[in-house]
């Protein structure tokens, strides 16, 4: 239905009478001057919907009334033609009809669940990623939603912290080429158009760095390794065009996130010039009474209205209090008008004011409803997030032609496990979602026998189901299993000082491991987990993530052979829980350890070596690559120029492969400490079975900037070393001096 707004009349009718065009910002203070105070608050509130996403629950009817008000800007978790289009029409009856906006959490996909955001920085396939975004884009802009609250861009080094799901692990250079694929795939080619919604750079800032690793906790860090580590993959979403940005829950160095005018005025809106809105996260600003930074909402209101937190998620600070904080001078109206203009912006923007119903659209939402192509897009993706550990005696891919593979483990016939946190389910699921055994099943032939045993429960510490995986796996002449964490245990509030594999699972592997047969381990987790005796002593092990709808689809071709591993590990998978947080960009420190042995007065633990179990980076394929040494075109890099590393990789597999070959460098001596590896570019390569290619990155002086003790992003003359690799532990080396002039 096309809907001409009163409003909208409104400015067409002015557009007329003054002859000319108006710009949106016009637009916008036309508006604005039509506003009572408490309309304008209204803007800056946003309340969650009374709905689940597949159909009313209650109907709250202050909340129907305070939009018929326009004392509401935006909601959260209303989806649905249907719902999306009554929410509107309500906000329609209000004296100036200023559409909603409908957020929501499309994190990684909404009716085509994709693999979780950590699998999908894996495949270090920007093109990949971006096209993931975009399906989810399409799917929801379709069902009434204008605006994602994604993508999580947070740095993360600190996998007991269940949001690692959600992000892009710990590479400040990977995550920021990440971060801006996503906001452009979310936000297509143009805001406003109907396939396209509002991206949200999230959670500014830091929220990665909480204490211990447990939600929600304090953050206290040097601004230095703000801006070094934590805040690039914010800037990288802005200069996107990131619409949208959303506070953190956690203090930094004190100062809630919420109301935290560096981050907020100096920074974001200020050094960066962010044009978009500030939306809190879900209850901070009230949060911040419970942080012991304000006594109540009243004081929530103006703290964080001044520091520049535009709309407030759900604490109900803003529209109780913050008309009587401008009405006592405790509040400028001008924050208030500022505010509500960056708000009304990307309302016109998105062409609401126009027609507020574009995004409901039945015939758009029935096409991406059971979409091949989307589905396909997913498997794509899900292949690409699969990163191989490990393939001793060639134990991958299995052949079809295998007589008897058993399938053993807690998710081999796990559905809705695959979707992993921040994803919707839908009634048709059972039939949807492909579950390892489903996609294994529709692989093979009649000629192959396939078994399958529990062996034991996620989290349970009951053996009774080991007996009959056991026979299974004697029966078998490769036992494939899957084993790991459960969707809901790394998310939100998912927090765990323990990350080995749950239950007795480590158990069932051993078990199994005894009976000699050759042994895949596939491990489903939002994390890296720890599995040393597994990693240690199973032959060919898989980390599979949550790969989404189609994950057994994509195992299997993994398993089988039609796609070959390609991805690379996004963070550091630690030996113990005692080594985080363990990171591959970490300093050398005055006594570093010349080995895993060295322990004399070193920087060391006495009970285990201080590198990862596996590295940043790290991944194979069933070809393996080789790398010859670098050339480098100079010795010398001046202001102004650039040097080129060469190297030539050879694919000396058997099978045809992809590489992707890291750059990292180090400046070998700076006016505050550099990291021992900086990941500085990458290149996916793929060969043929044979085939040698030469592989060049080129650096210039601004590559080798980094913040100083005054912070200035500066580069310095000296010495640099310049790796290449296939992951950061294990490289080629070259070295350059950077001169001043
Ligand atoms: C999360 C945000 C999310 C919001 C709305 C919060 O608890 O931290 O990431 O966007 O809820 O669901």
């Known amino acids: 239905m096309r809907y001409i707004s009163y409003l909208a009349v409104l400015l067409v009718l002015s557009l007329h009478g003054s002859g000319q065009k108006k710009t949106i910002a016009q637009k916008v203070d036309s508006v604005l001057r039509l506003m009572t105070l408490e309309e304008k608050v209204g803007q800056m509130n946003q309340y969650n919907g009374d709905w689940e996403a597949t159909g009313p629950i209650t109907k709250d009817g202050d909340k129907q009334n305070q939009i018929r008000r326009g004392m509401l800007g935006s909601m959260l978790n209303v989806t649905g033609v249907e719902h999306t289009r009554e929410l509107q029409q309500m906000a329609m009856q209000s004296r100036l009809k200023i559409p909603l906006l409908f957020g929501q959490d499309i994190i990684h996909g909404y009716r085509t669940t994709f693999p979780i955001p950590l699998a999908e920085a894996a495949s270090w396939d920007l093109a990949a990623i971006g096209q993931s975004a975009r399906v989810a884009a399409k799917e929801c802009a379709a069902a009434g939603v204008h605006w994602t609250f994604a993508p999580m861009v947070d740095i993360a080094r600190d996998p007991r912290w269940g949001r690692v799901m959600e992000g892009a692990g710990e590479d400040p250079y990977l995550g920021s080429l990440i971060a801006a694929a996503r906001v452009k795939g979310f936000q297509g080619g143009h805001l406003g158009d109907t396939d396209a919604v509002m991206a949200c750079a999230k959670h500014f800032a830091a929220y990665g760095a909480a204490i211990g690793g447990r939600d929600y906790n304090s953050v206290d860090m040097s601004l230095r390794s703000l801006w070094e580590y934590y805040l690039p993959p914010f800037k990288a979403a802005l200069d996107a065009g990131a619409a949208t940005f959303m506070n953190s829950f956690n203090d930094l160095n004190g100062i809630p996130a919420t109301a935290n005018g560096y981050l907020l005025r100096d920074i974001l809106k200020g050094k960066w010039k962010f044009q978009g809105f500030v939306v809190s996260d879900w209850g901070s600003v009230g949060e911040m009474i419970n942080h012991g930074y304000v006594n109540d909402n009243y004081g929530a209101a103006k703290a964080a209205s001044i520091a520049g937190c535009d709309m407030d998620m759900e604490s109900r600070s803003y529209i109780k209090n913050l008309a009587t904080l401008v009405k006592e001078g405790k509040v400028p109206l001008a924050v208030v008008d500022e505010a509500v203009r960056r708000i009304l912006t990307k309302k016109f923007e998105m062409g609401l004011f126009d027609d507020p119903f574009r995004f409901c659209n039945d015939a758009r939402a029935a096409k991406e409803w059971n979409n091949a192509e989307n589905l396909a897009k997913a498997r794509t993706m899900a292949e690409k997030s699969i990163v191989l550990l490990k393939n001793e005696r060639n134990v991958l891919p299995i052949s079809k032609t295998t007589k008897t593979i058993a399938l053993i483990g807690p998710f081999i016939k796990g559905i809705r496990d695959n979707l992993g946190f921040w994803s919707y389910e839908w009634p048709d699921d059972s039939g949807r979602i492909v579950s390892a055994w489903a996609g294994v ?288 532990r294990d490289v080629k080396e070259a070295a350059f001096i950077l001169k001043a002039d």
């Open 441 to 728: 099943q529709k692989k093979l032939g009649s000629g192959t026998q396939l078994l399958y045993a529990q062996g034991c429960g996620v989290t349970d510490s009951s053996r009774a189901g080991f007996d009959e995986a056991v026979a299974a796996a004697k029966n078998a002449d490769v036992v494939v299993m899957q084993v790991g964490e459960a969707r809901d245990m790394s998310g939100e509030a998912k927090s765990r000082s323990s990350i080995r594999l749950p239950g007795v699972q480590e158990d069932l592997i051993k078990a199994i491991q005894a009976t000699g047969k050759p042994l895949v381990v596939m491990i489903n987790a939002g994390r890296p987990l720890i599995f040393n005796w597994t990693a240690d002593n199973v032959p060919a092990i898989l980390y599979t993530w949550w790969l989404g709808t189609t994950a057994g689809d994509a195992i299997a071709d993994v398993l089988f052979g039609d796609y070959n591993p390609s991805a690379h590990l996004p963070m550091s998978f630690p030996r113990s829980e005692g080594q985080i947080p363990v990171y591959y960009n970490h300093f050398s420190t005055g006594r570093p350890a010349k080995n895993d042995h060295d322990l004399y007065y070193v920087s060391a633990y006495t009970d285990l070596p201080n590198d990862p179990k596996f590295p940043f980076g790290f991944g194979l394929s069933y070809a393996s690559f080789t790398y010859g040494d670098i050339k480098m075109s100079s010795a010398v890099l001046k202001p102004g120029q650039s040097v080129t590393a060469t190297i030539t990789i050879t694919n000396s597999g058997r099978v045809d492969g992809e590489e992707t070959v890291q750059l990292y460098i180090r400046d070998m001596v700076g006016s505050v400490v550099r990291p021992v590896k900086e990941l500085k570019g990458f290149k996916k390569v793929s060969l043929k079975a044979g085939e040698s290619r030469e592989v060049s990155f080129t650096i210039a002086p601004n590559d080798l900037r980094f913040y100083n003790d005054k912070l200035e992003y500066v580069f310095e003359p000296g010495d640099f070393k310049l790796f290449i690799g296939g992951n950061s």
